[in-house]
């Protein structure tokens, strides 16, 4: 009961009371539970980024060159 109540003046009473509601209808109680419902609530809502944003285009097709590796690994410069 304490607890709860330090999350409604540090929330608000509407958002502990819409997370009440939530665990209620979830069937539970725990406050755990109502701390996490709290939590989603107030998270903001993050944008997904739009198309604009594009990787640049390989021109060149990667190839693996098990030859260098092999020489970069008797040389040391490789981390094991």
């Given at each position: 009961?304490?607890?709860?109540?330090?999350?409604?003046?540090?929330?608000?009473?509407?958002?502990?009371?819409t997370?009440?509601?939530?665990?209620?209808?979830?069937?539970?109680?725990?406050?755990?539970?109502?701390?996490?419902?709290?939590?989603?609530?107030?998270?903001?809502?993050?944008?997904?980024?739009?198309?604009?944003?594009?990787?640049?285009q390989?021109?060149?097709?990667p190839?693996?060159?098990?030859?260098?590796?092999?020489?970069?690994?008797?040389?040391?410069?490789?981390?094991?």
């Amino acid at each position: 009961m304490q607890r709860s109540l330090l999350l409604a003046q540090d929330h608000g009473i509407d958002v502990v009371e819409t997370a009440c509601e939530l665990a209620v209808d979830q069937n539970t109680l725990r406050l755990p539970a109502i701390i996490n419902l709290i939590n989603q609530l107030v998270e903001p809502v993050i944008a997904p980024l739009n198309d604009a944003y594009t990787y640049p285009q390989l021109t060149l097709r990667p190839e693996a060159d098990c030859k260098r590796y092999e020489m970069l690994c008797s040389t040391g410069e490789v981390a094991a």
